[in-house]
Each structure stands twice: as structure tokens, then as C-alpha cells.
């Protein structure tokens, strides 16, 4: 949901300006809605690149459209708000903005702002999971929540640390990033396995497990969106208005195949607009194109399987593993127990698992609308005592049965 109660900062920018983050969950005029755990978490981000800033005032517009009519009681907005944890970002990039809106519309350059102020491009600086992703697949390793490098932090900029740090704090299920400079819902891979070679740039087709997935949630986007879909923009033409990111061009350390490979969170890049810095008299047409697709796109993570994993008590089991047989990438539980699994229609047979429990396999039916409710209750595995050995023969005091038990590495010699 929206959040409009004083904003918690965290030290996101150079220059000392915050990445704000919301404390709590209410709206204006002290209404507070409660929790439930199978609440699914949202996110949008925007201006991650600071000039490119339809984006920001999109989501500044939406957090505002969203209020208003909640208080006017609009019944969709109002169970959107309700059933929805909704997080809004309007500025991933505050100091590359500030440069940007110096030079205004007119004056700006193609690149101007683009970075943050150590002059960083943020979209090129989160961890490579994609290389650890693909090693990993060749020898059948995770397929999901891969481990960050031991270095990763002196890596990243503040903005990111910061983002990195708010995205493990949620169980977040569906997220886009909103950028400019042409018009078309980007969806994971953006990195492709083949690497460039000297000048000449590889653009090969690289799907994830859950491509048709990613397609289908691309194309909300694009359809609800004015001419997005229409496919021709901005001198380029992407059938349907969506792409595969590394079939456009590869790019190594973004932000949503991080999100996929490292979290829950399935998320796309949307492309707005031709113009990264359009004119002020332009903002209302823009608003208008875009919000019946701004709020499409947040219904889309009401869709597929959702529930809890408990034991036998009724307690959550957090980091339980959720696996769909055919489909090569795992969710997790959150801290409750939560899960939410987005799926398309279908039948699917799902497994949970978790260390020191019995794994729980179902088969569920997904439909059109609302996600399934598919709760696990797992049972703690049964540590069997090994069977007593009678001696035979002479009989041996308690000492003479007593050994020794030596760790395997020791045997062989002192090992470092």
C-alpha cells in the first residue's frame, strides 16, 4: 500500500541526501490497515538513471492518484490497496537528478545526470549473479538466492548498498523499475551467457526458467499502456512492445536480473519514453498513457499459488524452499512462513522443503484470477537411533567397548 507517514531514511547518496523507505503502513488522516501474512509485498523504482525522469513524476502522480481514491472509495483501488503491500520509489538517484533538472528539458544532454554523484551508472553496479548463475547451472547448483561475493560491498555504491539492504528486508514478489530513452517493457535476461567479443556487441535471446512468465507480465504492461504495444517507437520496433533484455542488448550488473537471482522478486524494466527529460507540458498525456498500466501492473502479483509453510504446530517456517517440477527456479518462505509463487495458469505439482523436515509435494490448479491458497504443514524428520549390538562371546567390560571416534579429515593427517 501506499505509505505517507514520515519516511524512515537510509544513507543512500553521495552527496548526503536519503533513499526514503516506509515505516509503516497508513494512509493520510491517521488510517492504518493491517497486516496479513499472505500479503503480497510490490514495488515500483524510479530515476535510477537521474535524467531520466518521467519516471519520478509517475510515481509521484500514482502515490497521489492511489490516496485520492481510496478516499473516494473506487472499489478496485480500494481492494488493491487493501490485499497489497504497495512500495514506491520515485528516486533511486536523487543526486543525478539534481544535476539533471539544472539543466532542465532544453539543455540536457543525452547523459547529463545519468550517474550518481561518484559518477556510477547504478543499473551497471550491482553483483554479477547472472556469471555465478551460469557457472552454477552447468554444474547443477542453486538455481535461486544465490550468495552475494565475500567483497560485495566495497563494490557498490551507497545507492545500491541502500537498495540491496531495503529488497532483503521485504519479501517482495513483483517489481518494475522505470527508465526513459524509448518505449518498450524489458524483461529478464538482460545478460547473456555469450560474452561480447572486442567491438562487436552479442544480442542473443536469453530466457529465464519463468520466460513465459516474464512475457505475460510484460505485455500487461504494454497493452494497458497507450501505444507501447503498438510496437514501432522511437525509431525502433519490438513486437508486442516487450523484449527479452538480452536479445535488445546484453548488460551485465543490473538491477532486475539481480532481483531475480538473488530474491523472490520478479521484476522488469519499463521503458517510457523516447524524450529521457520531456517538457512539463508533456507530463499530463504521459500520466494519462501510463496509469491504467501502472495500476494493471500491480494486480499482476495476485496471480499463482500463495500461503504458508508451518510445522506441526502451526509455527511459520521461514527459508522454506518452494519448487514447481519443470520449472528451474525456487522461491523461498519469508520470516512468517509467507510464500507467494506467481504462476500461470496451469496445473503444477509444488514441493516444500525445508532442513530438518519431511518435504510436502502437492498438486494444485492455478486459474486466471486470484492465486490459489496452497498452505504446507511439514512434518519434522524422525531421527532414528541406530539399533544397540549385542555382544556375543566374551563378555567385555565398559571400557573394552569404548572407541575412539576420530573425524574423517584427521585420519588421513593434519589438514589446514
Known amino acids: ?184 517493457a524489458n524483461y529478464p535476461y538482460d545478460k547473456s551467457q555469450d560474452q561480447r567479443f572486442r567491438s562487436h556487441r552479442r544480442t542473443v535471446n536469453t530466457p529465464t526458467p519463468d520466460d513465459k512468465l516474464f512475457q505475460k507480465l510484460a505485455k500487461t504492461y504494454s497493452y494497458a499502456h497507450s501505444w507501447m504495444h503498438r510496437g514501432w517507437n522511437c525509431g525502433d520496433y519490438f513486437a508486442d512492445g516487450i523484449t527479452n533484455g538480452a536479445s535488445w542488448y546484453s548488460l551485465s550488473k543490473g538491477m532486475q536480473d539481480f532481483n531475480y537471482l538473488y530474491t523472490n522478486c520478479f521484476e522488469i524494466t519499463l521503458e517510457l519514453s523516447c524524450n529521457k527529460f520531456p517538457p512539463e507540458e508533456d507530463l499530463e498525456r504521459q500520466w494519462m498513457a501510463n496509469r491504467e498500466a501502472l495500476v494493471a501492473f500491480i494486480e499482476e502479483v495476485h496471480q499463482g499459488i500463495k500461503g504458508m509453510v508451518s510445522d506441526e504446530n502451526n509455527n511459520g517456517i521461514a527459508g522454506a524452499v518452494i519448487s514447481v517440477q519443470g520449472i528451474s527456479h525456487d522461491i523461498t518462505s519469508g520470516d512468517m512462513g509467507d510464500y507467494f509463487r506467481l504462476l500461470l495458469p496451469g496445473t503444477y505439482t509444488v514441493t516444500a522443503s525445508a532442513e530438518g523436515y519431511q518435504p510436502l509435494t502437492v498438486t494444485t490448479t492455478v486459474g486466471p484470477a486470484a492465486p490459489s491458497l496452497v498452505h504446507f504443514q511439514l512434518k519434522q524428520e524422525v531421527v532414528r537411533k541406530p539399533a544397540e549390538r549385542k555382544a556375543s562371546g566374551t563378555r567385555m567390560n565398559n571400557k573394552a567397548l569404548q572407541k575412539k571416534v576420530v573425524p574423517r579429515a584427521t585420519r588421513r593427517g593434519t589438514q589446514r
Open 1 to 184: 500500500m501506499p505509505f505517507t507517514g514520515c519516511p524512515l531514511g537510509l544513507p543512500g547518496a553521495p552527496c548526503g541526501r536519503h533513499l526514503l523507505f516506509p515505516p509503516v503502513p497508513a494512509l493520510a488522516d491517521g488510517v492504518t490497515l493491517l497486516l496479513s501474512p499472505v500479503e503480497p509485498e510490490f514495488k515500483y523504482v524510479g530515476n535510477m538513471h537521474g535524467n531520466e525522469v518521467l519516471g519520478r513524476e509517475l510515481l509521484l502522480q500514482l502515490s497521489e492518484f492511489l490516496c485520492e481514491e481510496y478516499r473516494r472509495g473506487n472499489e478496485r483501488i480500494t481492494r488493491l490497496i487493501q490485499d497489497t503491500r504497495i512500495h514506491i520509489m520515485p528516486s533511486m538517484n536523487p543526486d543525478g537528478y539534481e544535476v539533471a533538472a539544472k539543466q532542465g528539458p532544453d539543455g540536457n544532454g543525452y547523459l547529463t545526470g545519468r550517474n550518481n554523484a561518484n559518477g556510477v551508472d547504478l543499473n551497471r553496479n550491482f553483483p554479477d549473479l547472472n556469471t555465478l548463475m551460469y557457472y552454477s547451472r552447468e554444474i547443477s547448483g542453486p538455481n535461486h538466492h544465490i550468495p552475494l561475493p565475500d567483497n560485495w560491498k566495497s563494490q557498490v555504491e551507497p545507492e545500491t548498498l541502500a537498495v540491496i539492504q531495503w529488497i532483503s528486508s521485504y519479501n517482495f514478489v513483483l517489481s518494475a523499475n522505470l527508465h526513459g530513452g524509448a518505449v518498450v
